[in-house]
């Protein structure tokens, strides 16, 4: 529901741009239409170069919150006020405090009932967040026990970390900048991204090119140039409620979402196919409606279905290369169309293999399970080519 609602900008964008548009044309010719779209879109440069990555914020300030209560701590805050006394073998805390640094035996706070002391001034625990996994807090107080604070010490000397400095388009350790890696080929190993990029890339050719050539063709069925941007805006609409509806029943989980993903492919292909019999101005806005419902729908679904196939830890990996070759089908798919338009003088084949491209996106999506069985059961087996040796054993050797 939550990428649903975030991708519902551009469904309003959809809606109230084209009529826009074509009023600018009017007024103020191609020049000046392309003038002003392109101070809308220095607008929105600016306002994502203010964007930042709120879980590294998050981090931040509680890592610092977490140092100043630990710091600011009483030396008069013993624990055994807090803590009942309890039986406790300090045999092991010794052996543990024996093996720290000569700096972190220094006394400062108590922290057992044997005087066993410890400087935690000696002790970055913010310099790395999983050092909070050796402590505990209670809010306002860092607690830790000797054998942690020993296993955190020896840890870190064992494997001194580097500091990494985040300069927003890379990493920056030491002197040395590192470019972020966009295009991972690894992903190619993996059968289900090899699936899910072809997928993509032909339910996107179907998708995106439909859009680009319903407006020239529903002017040779008798639309005005105001109609053809109405139909345009129909989509819009028909965007943002289906974004929002597939948010709704994505949620629900009464079916698998690869499964509804397929579903709205299959009928968004067949609405196009079905597109190509309108005649009249309203017939031909109730497909292009139903095209930005079922379109929407896959758009917002999309990246969610990814996260299903390959989980969270490669989605970074993956995600770049589904978007590489959805692009790539959005591309591809224009010029080829306009070549068949100008060669047929005719939208209808066009449709015709916009429909077509997303119905088979669909049935490779809604088969991927066989497919990728297929694909495991025809890989030869690791034990097959391990030679094997006989061995034989005696009597003697028994004995």
């Excluded at 492919?265 to 309108?278: H, K, S, V, Y």
């Excluded at 690791?382 to 054993?393: D, K, L, R």
Aim: proline content about 5%; aromatic content about 10%.
């Amino acid at each position: 529901m939550a990428t649903a609602l975030a991708l519902t900008g551009a469904s309003v964008g959809h809606f109230a741009i084209p009529p826009i548009l074509q009023i600018l044309l009017d007024n103020y010719g191609l020049h000046g239409a392309f003038l002003i779209q392109g101070g809308f879109y220095l607008n929105i440069a600016f306002f994502g170069s203010l964007y930042r990555p709120a879980t590294a914020a998050h981090t931040n300030t509680h890592m610092e919150t977490e140092k100043e209560s630990m710091l600011t701590t009483k030396v008069t805050d013993s624990p055994r006020k807090r803590f009942p006394k309890e039986p406790t073998d300090y045999s092991q805390s010794h052996h543990m405090l024996n093996t720290l640094p000569e700096t972190l035996r220094k006394p400062r706070m108590s922290l057992s009932t044997n005087d066993i002391t410890v400087d935690l001034s000696k002790l970055d625990v913010s310099k790395k967040v999983n050092r909070f996994a050796y402590l505990s807090t209670t809010g306002s107080h860092m607690m830790g026990s000797i054998e942690s604070l020993g296993v955190m010490v020896m840890t870190e000397n064992a494997a001194p970390e580097q500091e990494d400095i985040d300069t927003g388009g890379g990493k920056k350790s030491g002197n040395r900048f590192v470019f972020p890696k966009v295009f991972h080929c690894t992903v190619f190993k993996m059968p289900v991204v090899i699936l899910y990029t072809v997928v993509m890339f032909v339910t996107f050719y179907g998708y995106f090119s439909f859009v680009i050539f319903m407006p020239p063709d529903a002017v040779t069925r008798g639309a005005s140039k105001y109609e053809k941007t109405w139909l345009v805006s129909f989509s819009g609409i028909g965007d943002f409620i289906g974004r929002v509806l597939i948010g709704l029943v994505g949620d629900l989980g009464l079916m698998k979402r690869y499964k509804i993903m397929s579903l709205v492919c299959a009928l968004c292909g067949i609405n196009i196919i079905l597109f190509d019999f309108a005649t009249s101005f309203w017939w031909m806005g109730t497909h292009v409606f139903l095209y930005g419902v079922f379109g929407g729908a896959y758009v917002a679904i999309n990246a969610v279905v990814l996260i299903d196939l390959v989980g969270l830890e490669t989605l970074p990996k993956a995600l770049s290369t589904v978007l590489l070759f959805q692009g790539a089908g959005a591309a591809v798919g224009q010029p080829i169309e306009g070549v068949i338009r100008d060669v047929t003088l005719s939208y209808r084949p066009i449709n015709y293999m916009n429909g077509a491209f997303l119905l088979i996106g669909a049935l490779l999506l809604i088969c991927h399970p066989m497919l990728l069985r297929l694909c495991e059961s025809s890989k030869p087996s690791q034990n097959g080519n391990i030679p094997m040796i006989a061995v034989t054993a005696t009597e003697d050797d028994i004995g």
